[in-house]
Every structure is written in structure tokens, then in C-alpha cells.
């Protein structure tokens, strides 16, 4: 983790520091009884780097060196006096809490592979539910009581527009629902009944990244179900119960932005040829910070917003430090408190800090005498006040919760201390008030630091490689675009042009699914174009890969399937100017597109009929080369009665098997019911249906070897019932008159 590092590894040695700092984080660990916990998010972790999804650890367990050291993090909590008392401790029996972000995209994939390690009755999303806020109670009694839709909107309409507001305050502040509510009966009664509802559970849902795991099943622990309409499984208790109760819970996050650096690292590959690491970047580029100074930064993690940009341009960050504290300053708190104002003036001279002790200038130094982290806030109370920082988070905890007693304690503890340390009393105590007014708006330093190290690093891929990154970017936001209001991949584009980047127009013969790069310009995504997302641009794109460019709209029509891409996209991509490159304007094309989808579906059609029947063709040849015993009673040409080529392929398959081991097979195809049946009958020894599944059942997922002691049955039931699953079929077992047992396939037309 060191590798080229003397500081931390001279020598090829782990440093006294870092060995300390280990050997202190894993007997904690140790004693807690955690390394169970820390051995399974390693285990998941370990699986997305060998497949290469991005990941990186979030919130206070990056304070840990262990996790540094494990790659759940990527950044050294040393280098940066990140505290892993903020993440754990041996007076806590609170569980850690690892908190994993993954690429968006790929995040399932992780889930996947935990849900096959450790099985899936042991392993279930947390649900969540949904309650009743002040509006959705109005709603809901309206409807009940039958009043009219647009009434009760008016009424909704009187609650103030403000985050978490009961309809108690409502009534308090909101001078037209108060007058409302007194003067009209039918008011009065609609909140009276809502205010009884406020609160309660109104729908279930999934959280969006919390799991559990258990080392029996789950049904043993906690009671489970599901989401109406979806598949997966949840946990019927909410998160706070299922911590509770002692199980184990673990976040698995999706961030955007890991996506996009995935993104961007494939496409400079591609352009140039060589596959950059960012976690390697230098992290004192001029070019990097000269870009942030200008507050170019729209597609910059957590460092886009107009406010932020502002701040950015009068902060003029030069050091990876500025880019920590930004995170961590940009909130209210620190805004109102004139923490930022204080930074900013002392950064460029223009104020001076104030320490009243030495240990507070090798504290806060870094943040130009401004109380911004947490950690920052423990080390004064542990270095000045004596307090063990074990205690010290404790106390910041008391102090945001208000907690008299604690806070009481923990003063008497300080001030004492910092006499001791050479502090008058009343500089102490002015340092207390200073300690708990900051207190509360004290930020995460660990989380700022893993947070900072992303920003940096799109920060240095718009600066160095402004075209992939952007070509990343404007992919990213493909996916749940408002057309309704200016999205961002409206403003992205904008910011492309303010660049000088070239955006080439969309078209079925040059553009690819997402944003592409090709000569130093962007390529317009075909899925970015209204209406075309999904299977429509991605089957025109395959297409155009296997069989070339298309040469004209009718081209276009008979190679891409109307199933997958129908006339209200092609209508959209004729408007965007996709397919300007086949000729004609785009009123003409319009225009014939019509009778192009005509004769494009009458030739998809025919060469499905020719696909069909050389398969059976294929099938006729297998029978008539092996020479068995086969019947074949077909009423009608086999091509015609299956869906798919695929049908007919694992037919073939089922008839092949059954052949290589002997067994008599008889195909049917019945046009009354419009269905297909093959029947294989063995003349092994007997056995009854009812006992077949008591026999057979070890030898459903069987290999070809240990299918010779059952014949060619066992196997034809597996390969039958596989059949039966992907086409709608079914399976029958009887006796044969042959003796042994007979498998008979329905598959519908």
C-alpha cells in the first residue's frame, strides 16, 4: 500500500508510526469481536476490484488504516490526522458501520455475488416504509371523504412549503389554512381526521442500500417479504429494528461519479492507447487547481454548484487540503457562523488567526484557525483538556445532542486540563464556548478527505482530458433526463461549447449507444435522443457493428427489428437529424417511413421463416445420422410451429440427447392445439412417476458423466423442464410401454 513511500515504508519496512497506528486499530478490533465484519466487506470489496467495478469507502471507517490497508479506502488516515476513535473505540458497543460507495452501474453485481457467497436465504435487503406526511394525509382524506380533487388541492396548497412540516405547525404558521380550518366545517373535519393519520406507515418500499446478512437463514431472525410488483426480498422490520436485533447490516452504495471516472479511464484507453490509474494522480497539479481557482467546475463532484463555484473563485485552493475543507465548510452552519469568511481572509493574508495556546496552531493550522472538522474539535479536547479522544467524540455527540450532564462533565474535565497545560482559566473557558458553539457544526473529516479525493480526481480529468471526460459526463446523464426543465446534459453541452469541444451531430451510421470520442471530438449518443433509450439505440448500433453502415432508410428498416426500434423512435431520430447521412431531407423521410416499415417487416419476416427451416433441416439430418429407432408424425412443416430458432435448437438438443443413450423419441405436432410434443421413452427398469422424482432428484443438474448411470432420462427431464421454463411449455411424466419411464414436452406455438 506504500509501495515508493519512504516516509511510510523505509527500507521496504513498515515505519514505527504505521505499525503502531495497526497493531492499535486491530486489537480494538479484536476485542470488539469485529473482524468477522471487517474480513466480509473485504471479501465483497476484494471481488468488485478483480472485476474492476470502482469502489471506495465513504464516512468515518476511511479514519481507519486497517481499511486503508485492506483497499476498502483510498486514502492514508495518516497523512491526513484522520482519527479511527471517530470510527470506533473499545467504550462503544456500537456495531461499525462501513459504508461502500460502487459504480451505479455495476452495484447489482456485488449484491449478486453476496447473495451467492453466503446464500440467498441469508441474505435480504432492508425495507423501509413510507408514512404520511402533512400533505399526502390531506390527500388521503379527501378522497375518502369524496370531496372534490381540485378542493382538496387548494387545501394542500395552504401548507407551508416547508421540509417536514406537521399539519400542528401548519395550522401555526400558515395564516389562510388557520383561517380556513376555523371558518369552514368541512375543512375542520378533513384536517382533524388527517392529523390523526399524520405519521402513520402509508407504503413499503426497498432501502436503497442496505442489506443483511446472517449466518443462518434469515426467516430464523426476522420476519421477510416483498415489494408488490418486484421480486426482490426485503426485511419487514425497518433498519433501526434490524440493528437492533443484533444482525449485521452493510451499505452498499451507488455513486454516480465513480461511474463517470470508470467512464473516462475506458475512453482514454481507447484514444490513446494507454490505461491510467486515478488514484495515482499527483496531487499537487498546477493545472488541476488552476481549473478549480476558475470555478470551471460543472461535472465536478460535489463541487458544482453555483455557490460552491463562487466560493471556489474566492478560495483559490492551491493545496489538496483547500479542496477538504470546501466540502466541509459549504453547508449552513459554517456559512451563517462566518467560518468561511474567516478561512478565506486568513488564507490570503488579509486577516490573522488567533491561537491561544501553541497546541491550537498545530490543530487548526491547516484551516487557517478555523474549528471545521470534528477530529479537529477531539484533538483540542484530548491534547489541551486531557480528555481521551476515545471520550472526545463521546462528548461532541453530548454537546450537538444537548446532553447537560455529559457536557457538564466534560467541562469540568477541560478546563482543568487546559490549566494544566499552561491555559489560564478564563482563556479556557472562553475556548470551551468557542468549542461548543463549533461543536455542532464540526464535519467529518474522514468522509470530506474520501469525498475530496474524488472531486480531485474529476477535477484533474476535465483539466487533462477535457474530451473523454465530458464524453463520460454527458453519458452519466443519459439516464432519468427531465425534459420538462433545462437537465443537466443540456447544461453539460453548453459547458462543452464554452470549452471548444466539438459535439457531432447524432446519426445511425457514426454514433454509438452512450457518448463517444473520436478525433478529439464527441460523438452524440443515439440513446441521449428522446425516445430512443434502451433496446432502440443499442439494437441499431449492434446492427450497424455486425453488418455495416445502413445505406438508406429502407436498409435501415429490413436490418433493425420494429420490436426494437418502432416508429415513434425513428420518428425522433429522423427529427434529430439521425439519419440525415441516408439521403433525402428529413420532411421526405418522414414522409416514406412508413412504407420503409412496411417492407422492413416483410423481410424480417421471411428470413425468420428461412432461419426456421434450416433448422429443421438441421434436425431432419441428426435424426437420419444417428440411425435410431425415431418416429416422426408431423402434421405440418416444423418451421412453422415454434417462436423462435432457439425453440427448435433446444428440441434438437433434447432429441440428440435421448438418441446418444439409447431411447426411443416421437415428435408430434398437433395444429388443432398448436402445439409440439416430444416424447422420449426409456426401456430401462421400470419406475413409477410418482417415484421418479425420489430417484432421479440428485441428477437434475447433472454432467455428462454421471448421467450414464440413469440412462438418457434423468437428463432429458432436465433439458425438458429447461425447455418447457424459457417457452411457456410443460412437462409430463407417464409410464412406457417400453418399460422404463416416458418424458413427454408440450411446447405452445
Not at 59 to 73: D, E, N, Q, T
Request: net charge neutral; charged share 25%; proline share 3%.
Amino acid at each position: 500500500r506504500y509501495a515508493g513511500d519512504e516516509e511510510m515504508l523505509p527500507g521496504g519496512e513498515l515505519s514505527e508510526r504505521v505499525m503502531k497506528r495497526l497493531n492499535r486499530e486491530l486489537s480494538c478490533i479484536s476485542k470488539l469481536g469485529f473482524s468477522n465484519y471487517f474480513l466480509i466487506v473485504w471479501d465483497f470489496v476484494r471481488y468488485a476490484r478483480e472485476q474492476e467495478i470502482p469502489a471506495t469507502a465513504r464516512g468515518s471507517g476511511v479514519g481507519a488504516i486497517v481499511c486503508y490497508a485492506l483497499y476498502l479506502s483510498h486514502v492514508c488516515p495518516l497523512k491526513y490526522d484522520l482519527l479511527f476513535e471517530r470510527f470506533l473505540d473499545e467504550n462503544r458497543r456500537e456495531a461499525p458501520d462501513i459504508d461502500i460507495d460502487f459504480c451505479k452501474e455495476r452495484r447489482a453485481e456485488v449484491m449478486r455475488y453476496v447473495k451467492e457467497k453466503y446464500g440467498e436465504e441469508n441474505v435480504a435487503q432492508i425495507g423501509t416504509f413510507g408514512t404520511l406526511a402533512a400533505r399526502a394525509a390531506i390527500k388521503d382524506v379527501g378522497r375518502v371523504m369524496g370531496m372534490p380533487i381540485e378542493r382538496v388541492n387548494r387545501v394542500t396548497a395552504m401548507v407551508p412549503d416547508e421540509l417536514g412540516i406537521s399539519l400542528d405547525e401548519a395550522l401555526e404558521k400558515g395564516d389562510e389554512l388557520r383561517s380556513a380550518y376555523a371558518n369552514d366545517p368541512e375543512v375542520q373535519e378533513l384536517l382533524d381526521l388527517a392529523r390523526k393519520i399524520e405519521g402513520l406507515a402509508r407504503n413499503v418500499g426497498t432501502h436503497a442500500a442496505a442489506v443483511v446478512i446472517a449466518d443462518r437463514p434469515l426467516t430464523e431472525y426476522v420476519p421477510l417479504g416483498r415489494v408488490t410488483g418486484k421480486t426482490d426480498i426485503i426485511t419487514q422490520w425497518s433498519m433501526g429494528d434490524v440493528e437492533a436485533a443484533g444482525l449485521l447490516k452493510m451499505d452498499f452504495l451507488g455513486l454516480r461519479n465513480l461511474t463517470i471516472l470508470s467512464k473516462a479511464v475506458d475512453l482514454i484507453e481507447q484514444t490513446t492507447g494507454h490505461r491510467i490509474d486515478p488514484y495515482r494522480f499527483p496531487l499537487e497539479d498546477r493545472a488541476t487547481f488552476a481549473l478549480l481557482c476558475r470555478g470551471e467546475t460543472k461535472g465536478i463532484f460535489q463541487l458544482e454548484s453555483g455557490g460552491i463555484r463562487d466560493l471556489l473563485q474566492k478560495m483559490k485552493p492551491d493545496h489538496f487540503h483547500d479542496i477538504i475543507a470546501t466540502n466541509a465548510l459549504y453547508r449552513p452552519g459554517p456559512l451563517e457562523g462566518g467560518m468561511v469568511r474567516d478561512y478565506v481572509e486568513v488564507k490570503h493574508g488579509r486577516q490573522q488567526a488567533e491561537y491561544k495556546h501553541p497546541v491550537l496552531k498545530e490543530i487548526l493550522g491547516e484551516t487557517h484557525g478555523v474549528m471545521v472538522y470534528q477530529e479537529q474539535v477531539m484533538r483540542i479536547l484530548n491534547r489541551l483538556g486531557g480528555i481521551e479522544l476515545a471520550n472526545a467524540y463521546t462528548c461532541i455527540k453530548a454537546i450537538s445532542k444537548k446532553k447537560e450532564s455529559l457536557i457538564a462533565k466534560n467541562f469540568e474535565q477541560f478546563i482543568a486540563g487546559a490549566q494544566e497545560r499552561g491555559l489560564p482559566q478564563q482563556e479556557a473557558t472562553d475556548l470551551w464556548n468557542l468549542i461548543i458553539k463549533f461543536a455542532g457544526y464540526g464535519f467529518n473529516k474522514s468522509h470530506s478527505t474520501a469525498y475530496a479525493l474524488i472531486a480531485y480526481m474529476t477535477a484533474y480529468l476535465k483539466a487533462h482530458y477535457p474530451v473523454e471526460f465530458m464524453a463520460a459526463l454527458l453519458s452519466s446523464d443519459i439516464q432519468g433526463r427531465n425534459f420538462k426543465t433545462k437537465d443537466p446534459l443540456v447544461e453539460h453541452l453548453e459547458d462543452c461549447q464554452r470549452m471548444g469541444i466539438e459535439i457531432v451531430m447524432p446519426s445511425v451510421n457514426s454514433s454509438g449507444v452512450d457518448f463517444t470520442v473520436a478525433e478529439g471530438k464527441i460523438y452524440f449518443g443515439l440513446a441521449a435522443v428522446k425516445g430512443c433509450g434502451g433496446s432502440a439505440s443499442e439494437a441499431i448500433v449492434t446492427e450497424r457493428q455486425k453488418r455495416g453502415p445502413y445505406k438508406n432508410i429502407f436498409d435501415l428498416c429490413e436490418r433493425v427489428d420494429a420490436t426494437q426500434c418502432g416508429r415513434a423512435a425513428l420518428e425522433t431520430l429522423i427529427k434529430a437529424g439521425a439519419l440525415d447521412a441516408l439521403g433525402g431531407t428529413r420532411k421526405q423521410l418522414l414522409t416514406v417511413l412508413e412504407k420503409a416499415m412496411q417492407a422492413g417487416a416483410a423481410a424480417i419476416a421471411d428470413r425468420r421463416r428461412l432461419k426456421r427451416r434450416l433448422v429443421v433441416w438441421r434436425l431432419a439430418a441428426l435424426v437420419i445420422l444417428l440411425g435410431t429407432s425415431v418416429f416422426l408424425s408431423i402434421g405440418f412443416c416444423l418451421g412453422s410451429i415454434a417462436k423462435t430458432q432457439e425453440t427448435i435448437q433446444a428440441i434438437a438438443n433434447l432429441v440428440s440427447n435421448a438418441l446418444r443413450h439409447g431411447n426411443r423419441v416421437e415428435l408430434r405436432a398437433n395444429r388443432g392445439r398448436t402445439t409440439v410434443e416430444v416424447t422420449v421413452d426409456d426401456d430401462g427398469p421400470g419406475i413409477a412417476p410418482d417415484k421418479y422424482e425420489e430417484v432421479f432428484r440428485p441428477f437434475h443438474r447433472l454432467d455428462a458423466s454421471r448421467n450414464v448411470a440413469t440412462g438418457g432420462v434423468g437428463l432429458g427431464l432436465t433439458i425438458a423442464r429447461d425447455i418447457a421454463r424459457a417457452h411457456g411449455g410443460d412437462v409430463v411424466l407417464a409410464p412406457s410401454p417400453l418399460g422404463g419411464l416416458r418424458v413427454i414436452l408440450r411446447i405452445p406455438v
